[in-house]
């Protein structure tokens, strides 16, 4: 039996769960499964993940303790990832897996339900508050783009640090139940990760507070908890998928609100052709910035180092400058 220490909140309410959620005792006895560990390191709790926020998460809470395979390569977009069939294989040797449900990965989903009962499957969408996907704009196509998930919620949920924070809370809860894991070292991961990611949402509310334009143009429908947590409005000119494409329709109808709303920045992603973006910007006479959904890092990015945070300070510095916040 271990025995985890405490440690001082220092990260504000959510810090509070964490540590609720770290004085839970693990029962000593059997480990993780013994059978062949597949990808993941031997003598480690066997963690697969379905794609890039929530992996940073478990490697974060984690730590030495656990062994980390992500399901989706550098580069490619989370929303419409296939495993191959040796991953589908190497699942079933995890311990435990974290994903998003209500259809953000059709495929994913698919060969995660199809696993046995011995793998542990935890949807943390479960431990946030959702909100619906924002409604389509008047003047466009409806149903054909913008595409209502399952459930008619939106599954972006990571991109506020708040719900980053209450997704921390449920990984630490679901590993410390794993027998053997040492509750202490993921109760330190935790409250040091919910510290950075309070700290990046401190820095967005003081960034965004006062701002020229509180309307932000993006190019997939990907921003809506990010709105919501700082006030602004998401005006989207592709669908909840970066690979829906928008109909000339909808372009307009976007370009007309843009206008309407005085934007002076129109946003895209790297992962996706500028173009669409670039179109409307032209006509409405503003500006191209990046901002990027965080569903997965490219290779240069993994080069450089970069993690959530440092995505989502890029973001904010493209915001700021966008929204003429001051
Ligand atoms: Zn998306």
Redesign the pocket.
Known sequence: MRFPRLFAPDAGAVAGIVMVAGMVMVASGCGPSTTSSGPFENGTVRVATAFYPIEEIVRAVGGAEVSVVDLVPPGES??DYEPTPQQVTDLQSADVVFYLGSGFQPSVEKAIASLPSGVRKIDLLASVPLIATSPQLAGTDGQTEGEVLGDGNDP?VWLSPKNMQLMVAAVQESLTEVPGIDAAAVATGATNYVATLSSLDTTFSTGLASCASRVIVTS?R?FGYLAAAYDLTQLAISG???AEEPSAKTLEAVAKAARADKVTTIFFENNLPADLSRTIAREIGADTAVLD?V?TLSSDQITLHATYASVMEQNLAALVKGLGCR
């Open positions: 989370a929303h972006h997939h990907a909840i998928s970066p959904p569903e």
